[in-house]
């Protein structure tokens, strides 16, 4: 490994553990854009109708949700549609189970005060009084009556199971206001609720907790922890902690995710702005926090016996890369795989296609591995060619250096010569790192959210999701993969080690390796596992090279010879 190679991979390196860094804990600055500002909850009077009350009226009470529920079902979801608010209790997943060997499948919005896609009117939050008008199998229509003369009839369908274009775990809502009143009415502020969802298990920092939107263009996040307060950066940003956030712009889509499942309200028609709020879920302790949000619509004035529709496609279900990317707007951009999404996408892809073979993730993860090593085995023979070549020239470079120090142009044409004669190319040792970061980036984007790997297992691993963490010696996890990692990258860092490195150098690489065990120690045992089985294919790549291509210099080979004998050029 030459010098150049040493400085530009520990350049490399460093910046794909800051860039992993800062994903995991700097989620903040992606939530804002220029159409959007966020401040605290205000209402304007000039939004709602005349006949509006006043804006410190307190807001309704929220519903009594154990009172009866209606289901509807199909082969992935079943969902309680509550009869008093005519909005979803909660949505089971049927396939999902809520911890690893439970028969209790994982409950979307279960033990949250506030039912999904519950409909809040103008600034006291008005709702109306509701009637079951027809159910079947398959949807249920409610109407609902307002004060005035303003009723609202809603149905509930579920995806038609015959249709391959419509998503099982879509809910389909149709809204139609009626004004049968003799006064125009606004529908000003309509907040449609995205449900409640808590933070994951293996999530206990709420890093994947958050509310993602989508304008047409870009799709921005606002992560839990912007609740939370902020001492800021030397000053800047300072804020205090916050209840509620609310913000205007046009909204396409709008989600709630966590580490692995998510809701997502895509209406017909775009949003005008959102609204959220941290909740608790007293219900079930091992979720003591989540999060909350409402689409808000601003539909305008609606006329005496004039009616007025909104549609709305809610998704209820697993972040599914090629499921969501199947809902037709971009709905995959949830999925937050960060800079080399790109990688991430065609990697997830690959794995799942290797799964049709192999009946185990730990195994498909192996045998991504191994494909990606074979994909890489000529950028790797060029580097080890390249970093042997660059040792057999390394006494003429030192000669061409005191030769010329006095002339830099003349040293450097002499310099190209010399690597053009011995077919050197010093960028060959580079090409393999620069694309080995954007797989091992992609990779930590996949694999941190792959629901996939949600319980699944490995030899003694549990969940390839999670650190394979086997007991805990005080507070310290006992993760053995890391170890197994650090060992390899240790064992390969010395089989790479060029004998020109100088001791400074040296004593970097053989540190090198701990730094690697302190940043990784406590992620995903699926991203360790693909790492450590690469280091052993590369520290088996790296014997057979060694043993095929020459590492000693010439003997008897002088660049610049004495006056008056016949120079000899070095052959590698």
Known sequence: MDRKSFFLGLLCLSAAFGLIYFQRTQLRPMALQPEITRTEITTRAEDFSPDSPAEDAAPEAAWDLSTPCLSLENEEI?????????????????????????????????????????????PRGERPQYELLSRDARQLRFLGRYPNGLHVERSYRLSDPDNPKEDPYVIHQQL????????????????????????????????????????????????????????????????????????????????????FFCSILTPRSAAAGYLLRPTGFPGDPSSSEGMTGSLIFQLGQLQAQEQKDLELDFYVGPKDFVRLDRLGLEQDRVMQFGFFGFVSKLLLLLMKAIHYLLPNWGLTIIAVTLLVRLLLWPLTRAQVRSSKQMALVQEPLRQLRERYKEQPQK?????????????????????????????????????????????????????????????????????ILPWLMGLSTFWQMRLSLAPTLDPMQRRIFQWMPLLFLFFCYNLPSGLILYWTVQNILSILQQRRLTQEIPSSPPVGVQLFPKKGKKSSSPRP
Not at 429 to 442: E, K, S
Request: aromatic share 10%; proline share 8%; hydrophobic share 40%.
């Open 176 to 259: 139609r206001w009626e004004n049968r009143g003799p006064k125009p009415r606004a529908l000003q502020d309509l907040q449609v609720s995205l449900g409640q969802i808590p933070s994951s298990a293996g999530d206990p920092t709420g890093d994947f907790l958050n509310f993602g939107h989508f304008n047409g263009q870009k799709a921005f996040f606002v992560p839990h922890g912007d609740f939370s307060p902020s001492s800021g950066f030397l000053g800047f940003g300072k804020r205090e902690a916050r209840s509620e956030i609310r913000a205007a712009g046009t909204i396409r889509w709008g989600s709630l995710k966590n580490q």
């Open 411 to 479: 040293l450097q044409a002499e310099t190209l010569k010399l690597f053009k004669e011995h077919q050197v190319n010093p960028a060959a040792g580079c090409l393999p790192i620069f694309i080995q970061i954007p797989i091992f980036l992609g990779l930590y984007g996949m694999l941190r959210t792959a629901t996939d790997l949600r319980f699944a297992e490995f030899l003694w691993i549990r969940d390839l999701s999670r650190p394979d963490t086997l007991g805990h010696l005080g507070r310290l996890p006992l993760n």
């Open 78 to 122: 079943r969902v309680q549609i509550h009869l008093a608010s005519a909005a979803i209790r909660e949505v089971a997943l049927k396939k999902y189970p809520f911890k690893k060997g439970s028969p209790e499948p994982f409950i979307f919005n279960h033990g949250a005060p506030m039912p999904a896609l519950d409909l809040r009117l103008g």
